[in-house]
């Protein structure tokens, strides 16, 4: 007879529970360990879209649609409520990080769109959504945040027209993980506060930005990373390189899902619907391995005052809590990101740890543009790899890519875009859609 | 009855660490008068257990003096003159990464509070604030006068030492490069994309109409008129655009 004893003494019984009682008895530890539970065990959250209808109903705002003409995708979010992603006719809101310094982030993005045939305009009638500035320096307030968004958002409901095409033509799509964080954010006390509203208001009437006397709030606030999420089967179908043997790390953007988390894209067949769907699904799809490691929820030491006047905190927090781990835990080949700041942050910050004995070699790319590199796009025309800091050669080698070959042939076109021969994403003369230099279509040639 | 008045720990127990009030208390209360006036307060702050989750999900915490959980604390128990201490150093701890306020189970955003005190730092001028904010005066200028925070001529081996010997891996003049990325709006130098003049007028008047500018002068009156400067002369520039613009309509109408 074999032993068996328990150590839970002579008063324990079995309560010889059938399987699906036993289920139903301890179905609180699984949602003790639903990673997901950390955000949705709340007893208040509203979804603002609420109020935004029933303020359309009431007339006092005007509700810029994602309409049939975007051919939506819907989504669902953290509580599992719909989201609308368009996915064509979109109006760049680009980011000044991503322009200023990565560019090859927004061109890969606009090169993935051309090959989709994704209409899109991107034009120089926009302003940064000044929320870098804001949560690093405290310059700047609720209401400089809403004039702005909605300024933004009102030049992409009208820059249509700028081609003798209706407003509402086209929808924003930001691109910027702090822009798309702050703009909810902002939307969301918008429709709260009917002080906030008013205030703004005469602002914007100010500045000839309302729609029949009337703000212009957006259906939904869109970042780019949930246009790729929803287009990824699209994107992966265009793969000309095998990239199964690359063993990849996400880093979601706090921005993207911890402000506003409850509109955030989780989805039941990405990660078990436990986390940020975004750009895991994309790596997925594009047939990577996407190797999991212990800080995935930590941020990426940005901290918007720190990377610019405290950078001892951000680089320390980059490698210690992610570039390392990523290297450590996970073996990875790549860190591949969703977000302006993060990128910035992890990519350049691998240098200098030299200096303190913590030598670190881990490429960082934004989806897109990895996704870009796989789909044949050029690693430095399009990609534009030369303005990371981190080795994307690495990666390049791994993936099969000739950079030197690429490299030396992006030097030579150098010489022919000093002959002002360059190779254009989309015609130069859409890019202006008022103001000096532009001439309205009824007088073009 | 208003907050003001409620300063419940400041009445029943006292602060057993201070030495002494560091401002006469009726500028402590205004401090957080102006703190709690914001009509995000109350969505920020629900309640407050102690629990610490947010405390121990914080990168500032693990680098800096900093607990967002004691900040919520502060302004929970109406601390005054814990609530002035913590606005000299600790809220410039902050990353604002938001990681407190997803996980917070009453649903209040520590870093959210944090930005609250650090306008209102702003607002009443702290030195604390303006050393600070030294360092940010170039960044300032570029996105108050052009509407972009960052520039590609701001990337340069003098500001960022640390982040390796070359700014871009292919030796070639900036502007060169910069003509080279295949979205127009990108060939600039001095901003991150070509902006259309009517949308930094657009902005000043933003900037104006919200107060930002009354921060600004507040914090750094140098810049705030070198602003001023820029501003009026692309203010005039716009003007002339008009003019020619109705100049040449007209012009037709004959």
Partial sequence: MTERFTGHGAEWRDSNLSPSEAKIATSWVEQKIDKRSMLTNKERVEDVRDLMWQLEKDGEIVVHRVSDEHQPVMVKTLYGWDKKIPTRRLWHHKSCGQCGNIPGYPASLLWLMNRLEVEYLDETDQTSCTAWNYHGSGIGNLESLAAVFLRNFHQAYVSAQAQGLPPAYYYPLVHCGTSFGNYKEVRGYLLRSAKLRERVRQILGKLGRLVDGKLLIPEEVVHYSEWLHVIRERIAAMREIDCSHIRATVHPACHVYKMVPEDAIYDDTVLGGNRLAVTTSVMQALGTQVIDYSTWYDCCGFGFRHIISEREFTRSFAIDRKIRVAIDEAQADVMVGHDTGCITTLDKNQWIGKAAGKEVDLPVLADCQFAALVCGAHPYKIVQSHWHASSTETLMEKLGIDWEAKKAEFVGYLEEVKAGKQENLYDPRRMLTSGPGFIPISKRP | ?254
């Fill in chain 2, 1 to 254: 009855m208003s907050h003001a008045e409620s300063t419940r720990v400041q009445t029943v127990i006292g602060d057993p660490v201070a030495e002494g009030a560091p401002l006469p208390r009726a500028k402590l209360e205004e401090i957080f008068a102006d703190i709690q006036s914001d009509l995000r307060f109350d969505h920020e702050l629900n309640g407050c257990l102690n629990c610490g989750i947010c405390t121990a999900t914080c990168p500032a915490a693990h680098y800096y003096d900093f607990s967002p959980r004691e900040i919520v604390q502060l302004l929970w128990t109406e601390n005054l003159e814990g609530i002035y201490d913590a606005m000299q150093e600790k809220i410039w701890a902050c990353a604002q990464c938001y990681t407190c306020a997803a996980r917070c189970p009453f649903g209040n955003s520590p870093g959210g509070l944090v930005m609250l005190m650090r306008e209102t730092a702003i607002k009443h001028q702290m030195p604390s604030a303006k050393a600070v904010l030294r360092p940010f005066s170039r960044v300032m200028l570029k996105l108050i006068s052009t509407g972009n925070q960052l520039a590609p001529d701001m990337i340069t081996r003098d500001h960022f030492a640390d982040w390796g010997p070359n700014v871009s891996k292919i030796d070639a003049p900036l502007k060169l490069l910069r003509q080279a990325i295949p979205m127009p709006t990108l060939n600039t130098t001095a901003t991150a994309w070509e902006v259309n003049l009517k949308t930094s007028v657009e902005l000043y008047t933003i900037w104006e109409e919200t107060g930002v500018l009354k921060q600004l002068e507040g914090i750094d009156e140098n810049l705030f008129d070198v602003i001023n400067d820029i501003m009026d002369e692309k203010r005039e520039d716009w003007k002339d655009f008009l003019a020619d613009q109705q100049e040449s309509e007209g012009g037709k109408d004959d």
